[in-house]
T-cell receptor
Framework: GAVVSQHPSWVICKSGTSVKIECRSL??????MFWYRQFPKQSLMLMAT?????????EQGVEKDKFLINHASLTLSTLTVTSAHPEDSSFYIC????????????FGSGTRLTVV | GQQLNQSPQSMFIQEGEDVSMNCTSS?????WLWYKQDPGEGPVLLIA?????ELTSNGRLTAQFGITRKDSFLNISASIPSDVGIYFC????????????FGGGTRLMVKP
């Protein structure tokens, strides 16, 4: 089936540094990628929607300059957390709708970010 | 924006028991999806529903798309320890493009 490969699965970084998270669609073309953030024991909260070849759409309250999204190809979308702070520590998950929605949406395995 | 109310928030049951959880919305959804998330992993699709009234099974799991399009339930029969995890409903509404709205999740714990 269609798979989204997300890397890294976990990362620890120092405050002030930047971290890049990659999501690759392995056997399908992802023209759209959704980026979610999930805090412990909470649901997934949509941060932004990236579309191949165009600017990402950010949800209200999400800083676009802090969470840089790039979707330069049909198989790769990246989220860069810039100047990370401890409050950015969270579980980040990407998801792509499959070409035919009857096939649903596929999720990456998530990235656990810890900022120290 | 659209919101989904999922209940119960958590359940602690004995192995072999049946489980039922549901989601309701104040607005209509065209698609209902049920996911399971294990700790440290991304959600995995369990069942997808696309038509009002649709009843779909996947092994011991059964889900239904409510007639009003504002609710859905998921049943798990004869629970086993590996059913432990967090179950999320998700809906896609009219005019929402491909965007999903997630329920708050149901944390299921199964006692062997």
């Amino acid at each position: 089936g269609a798979v989204v490969s997300q890397h890294p699965s976990w990362v620890i970084c120092k405050s002030g540094t930047s971290v890049k998270i990659e999501c690759r669609s392995l056997d399908f073309q992802a023209t759209t990628m959704f980026w979610y953030r999930q805090f412990p024991k909470q649901s997934l909260m949509l941060m932004a929607t990236s579309n191949e070849g165009s600017k990402a759409t950010y949800e209200q309250g999400v800083e676009k300059d802090k969470f840089l999204i790039n979707h330069a190809s049909l198989t790769l979308s990246t989220l860069t957390v810039t100047s990370a702070h401890p409050e950015d520590s969270s579980f980040y998950i990407c998801s792509a709708p499959l070409r035919y929605l009857s096939y649903g949406y596929t999720f990456g395995s998530g990235t656990r970010l810890t900022v120290v | 924006g659209q919101q989904l109310n999922q209940s119960p928030q958590s359940m602690f049951i004995q192995e072999g028991e049946d489980v039922s959880m549901n989601c309701t919305s104040s607005s209509i959804f065209n698609t209902w999806l049920w996911y399971k998330q294990d700790p440290g992993e991304g959600p995995v699709l369990l069942i997808a529903l696309y038509k009002a009234g649709e009843l779909t099974s996947n092994g011991r799991l059964t889900a239904q798309f409510g007639i009003t399009r504002k609710d859905s339930f998921l049943n798990i029969s004869a629970s086993i320890p590996s059913d432990v995890g967090i179950y999320f409903c998700a809906g896609r509404g009219r005019g929402a493009g491909n965007m999903l709205t997630f329920g708050g999740g149901t944390r299921l714990m199964v006692k062997p």
